[in-house]
């Protein structure tokens, strides 16, 4: 589940077909301490969420109304909320949707803005300036109206929500992955791939996009609190993740409505969600600067 | 230039329209009417009221007597708070949100861009680390976490500042505080990475080498060019203000435009969210354009295009 894994695999793959660029980018991963330690502490919450549940005695939904909130304790480690539900458990699987929605919206910013972008550099000329143009408009529109609009419109499911999110998200992967593209397409092993007679498709699919992969797989993790972020902005809204399911966006909007008597509800979901989105961006500025070591330190 | 600058503006125009087909076409594709109440009506009455606010054509009729409307400056009736036009709305909770948003943008840019020129100009010193680790840490300390925190410390631990309600100065500081801060955090970064990369430029050297004292090179030779990334992304800062107000409006209890326009999503109260749309827009596309005047004045190597 944790995105981080997805990298080391495709790291493996590299490996295999004996390039080295993946070994000196671990290498150099490895002495920054910074990246080093978020890797973990993400690593860290990721299994708490997943794993927790099912070591915990209590369930994320089964109410206790005569117990109420109630602050840390023995049995209730981060306390209960109002309705006597085990908080520790609630923080997990709201972690578990957050996560989950970081994780697919990705995908969807992933695979749209890597084609988006990859054609758009392969095919060049008039296609390639209109396509980017079109990129530059959309970057001009308030998008958080749009995605509001559309949770109202079209019903707050959690699939609906992965579209949306990743439809909004694509924009800055299409730039990137575009100017790698026009970089690498006057290089020999294209040419050297259409003289060979292989389809558009399989160049782009095989040959370019590979090779792109390091700044992809940096802006992908960047791109992970930045979902998460607007999912727990529409949460909090009241138009994300509905209750009694909970995200940690959902958990921040219950613990600011109780936070005068009861501040512990909100402090635990804010912290677990603080410190995810403060260990994505450090592993992502760790991975930029390991794959890619001439751009500026910032 | 004018040629450049009348281009953008008829850009401009071009995303307001398509903002406002997408926004209509959105909301008259949301399940159930604006005049849909607990209470049964009468159908004929439904129908009346229907016939009053238009909803008796088609959308595509309806789409163009409301573009046309708009583009006379009428906004309409509030479909769901009977007898207020959405421009009277408007009126009343913009100088708010205005307000608001403006010293959020202030405290963005007083605290941002001067704790990213500090952080550059004494790279890794103690006076780079510990801004850069705050600002950090407020980039992931977003509206909605920040604003309940800020509230629980200064208002209800330390007693020090008023947590709700819209009255006078002392009630601006933590909605402004909220919405400003996080955005003073993206400024830092990006001031610090434009500064070191003008500092780090050949001419830096020249004129270091030529004796010119350190406070000119920063601020005559490096701040132009350094500025750069913070201004291109104050379009962005507008638009994520825009939509952070929704949240601090809500927590804050202020009387703004933010508080509308999710309510008004919510209620379906057509007339109000197109209303708002449009305003939101226009103001983001206007502050984009100044944005890409600025850059372009800034960095005459950019051409017109």
């Known amino acids: 589940m944790p995105p981080p894994i997805s990298a080391a695999e495709i790291a493996d793959e590299a490996l295999v077909e004996g390039s080295s660029l993946w070994k000196d980018a671990w290498s150099r991963l490895r002495k920054n301490r910074l990246a080093v330690g978020s890797l973990f ?6 299994l708490f969420c997943i794993v927790g549940p099912w070591i915990s005695p209590w369930e994320a939904n089964t109410q206790d109304l005569f117990l109420g909130a109630t602050g840390p304790s023995a049995q209730h480690w981060f306390g209960t909320d109002t309705l006597g539900r085990d908080l520790m458990v609630r923080v997990m699987y709201g972690g578990r949707i957050s996560l989950l929605v970081g994780l697919v919206a990705t995908l969807v910013a992933l695979s749209i803005g890597v084609i988006y972008g990859a054609t758009a550099g392969y095919v060049g000329g008039r296609t390639d300036s209109a396509m980017m143009r079109f990129v530059d408009l959309l970057y001009a529109i308030p998008f958080t109206i749009f995605v509001i609009l559309l949770m109202v419109a079209f019903g707050r499911s959690l699939w609906l929500m992965f579209v949306a999110i990743g439809a909004v998200e694509w924009l800055s992967m299409a730039r990137i992955v575009r100017s790698g593209v026009i970089g690498l397409k006057k290089q020999e092993f294209v040419e050297a791939a259409v003289s060979l007679g292989y389809s558009h498709r399989r160049i782009i699919l095989r040959h370019l996009i ?3 992969l390091g700044p992809v797989i940096v ?18 809204l009241g138009l994300g993740v509905q209750p009694p399911d909970a995200s940690w966006g959902v958990l921040i909007n219950e613990g600011q409505q109780n936070m005068e008597i009861y501040p512990w509800l909100l402090i635990w979901p804010a912290a677990f969600f603080a410190t995810t989105l403060f260990c994505l961006n450090f592993i992502g500025d760790g991975l930029r600067d390991a794959l890619d070591p001439k751009s500026a330190k910032d | 230039m004018l040629k450049f600058v009348i281009a953008r503006l008829l850009q401009g125009i071009l995303v307001l329209l398509a903002i406002y087909a997408v926004t209509f076409f959105l ?7 604006p005049f849909s109440t607990e209470r049964a009506i009468a159908p004929e009455i439904l129908a009346q009221i229907e016939a009053f606010y238009g909803y008796d054509k088609p959308t595509s009729e309806r789409f163009f007597t409301s573009l046309t409307n708009v583009l006379q400056g009428e906004f309409g009736p509030s479909a769901v708070y009977a007898n207020r036009t959405v421009t009277q709305i408007i009126a009343e909770s913009f100088p708010v949100s205005l307000l608001l948003g403006s010293l959020a943008l202030l405290v963005a840019l007083g605290i941002g861009i001067p704790a990213g020129i500090l952080a550059a100009v004494k790279r890794n010193t103690w006076l780079d680390y510990i801004p850069m680790s705050v600002s950090m840490a407020g980039i992931c300390l977003p509206t909605f976490v ?4 800020l509230a629980l410390l200064f208002g209800l631990i330390l007693n020090w500042l008023p947590v709700g309600g819209w009255f006078g100065p002392e009630f601006w500081i933590l909605p402004t505080a909220t919405l400003g801060l996080y955005y003073a955090a993206y400024f830092a970064r990006l001031t610090r990475g434009g500064m070191l990369e003008m500092l780090n430029q050949d001419f830096v050297r020249t004129a270091r080498a030529k004796g010119v004292p350190e406070t000119t090179i920063v601020l005559k030779h490096c701040l132009k060019g350094g500025l750069i990334p913070a201004i291109t992304f104050l379009g962005p800062a507008l638009a994520g203000i825009i939509s952070g107000s929704f949240v601090v409006e809500t ?20 007339f109000l969210v197109l209303g708002l749309t449009v305003l939101f827009a226009t103001l983001i596309v206007i502050m984009n354009l100044l944005v890409d005047i600025a850059q372009v004045a800034l960095n005459p190597r950019l051409k017109y295009d």
């Open chain 2, 251 to 270: 927590i804050f209890q202020v009387p703004g435009l933010g508080q509308w326009f999710v309510r008004a999503a919510l209620n379906r109260d057509d």
């Open chain 2, 146 to 149: 920040m604003g309940p925190l």
């Open chain 1, 41 to 46: 502490t993400f690593i860290f919450i990721v």
């Open chain 1, 219 to 236: 802006i992908a993790t960047l791109t992970v609190p930045a979902v998460m972020l607007l999912e727990a902005f529409l949460s909090f």
């Open chain 1, 210 to 212: 590979p090779n792109v």
């Open chain 2, 27 to 33: 909301v008259a594709a949301t399940p159930g009417s």
